[in-house]
């Protein structure tokens, strides 16, 4: 049997022990653990030297990585100045749906093979989407506010103040991968016609009742348009001021992507001015979200603190795909989710 010295680098979310447990499901290999626990998401990830989304953990992996060939984690900085204290590493597995966390050129040049594990999160995500985009629909903080406050406000059942239903609305997809579609699949089932902008899809693939369109044609006849995108110098900016003046007066607009695709003081400005009704939003273009923000003061808005995709299914399903990420590499297929 083959003895791989492997380390766990997770943090309180994809905890350490859910990753040694599905590594028992690897066959035929020992794995020689070392473990260091990461503080996110009790500290907040950020920039770290050359990559993002990271905890400030470099001292930390440089400590435990000599003589190690296998590593896996979710937020560890896997820097140019990391990977050099690495000389044995070979295989990085990153919990997540890209390594952003890596300097991916860095450990291509070292030879060290990396993948991610897309597809972790995608049942959350899209679960989350749909709950902030009903809760935008009906308003629901707003109306749990008033009973806070002792107040019985029947007086917003009135027609000029009610919600609105999913069923016979528009419902505009900005992206169409793992999470657009679920969003997709359910929006269909509560009788919501599906429309979707990205050029990646194939428009013979689709099932029945989703049509694909150019990005302005969907913000043209969307009621509500839910952003799904990867962010990338590409996508970066790609709702703003004039595409939200395409979509029709009271529309909603959902970003669970990544702040960085939308312009929020634009957005600000609809929800201000009525051209939109109301707006859903788990990610935020500065994380935490300051505490001078237009959107704390700005109607109509329900927000989370980018929490999407935390759910304790998300983090097992991390695991899982993270140790058939190793048995493939382990065996000399490539493994899914590869990267380089």
Known sequence: ???????????????????????????????????ITLPWPLTPYGAVAEVDEASDAEDQLIAAL???????????????????????????VVCRGGPVNVNVPAATKRGVIVAATPGRNAVAAAEHAVALMMGALRNLPRLHRTLELGEWRSDLYAYDECGAELDGATVGLVGYGAIGQRVARVMLAFGATVVVADPYVDPAGLPTGISIVELDELLRRSDVVSLHARLTERTRGMIGADQIALMPRGGVLVNTARGGLLDYDA?????????????????????????????????????????AGATRQTAL???????????????????????T
């Open 267 to 307: 957005a600000a400005d609809a929800l201000e001015s009525g051209q939109l009704g109301a707006a859903a939003f788990d990610v935020f273009p500065v994380e935490p979200l300051p505490a001078d923000s237009r959107l704390l003061t700005a109607p109509n808005v329900v927000m989370t603190p980018h929490l």
């Open 1 to 35: 049997m083959r003895t791989v010295t492997t380390l766990l680098a997770g943090d309180h979310f994809v905890r350490n022990s859910l990753l040694a447990s599905a590594l028992e499901s690897v066959d035929g290999t020992r794995f020689d653990l070392r473990e």
């Open 66 to 92: 000599p003589g190690v060939e296998l590593a896996i984690t979710q937020m560890g900085p896997f820097t140019e100045r990391v990977l050099d204290s690495a000389p044995d590493l070979r295989f990085l």
């Open 317 to 339: 399903r991390a695991g899982s795909i993270a140790a058939e990420a190793v048995a493939a590499y382990l065996a000399g297929r490539p493994p899914v989710g590869l990267v």
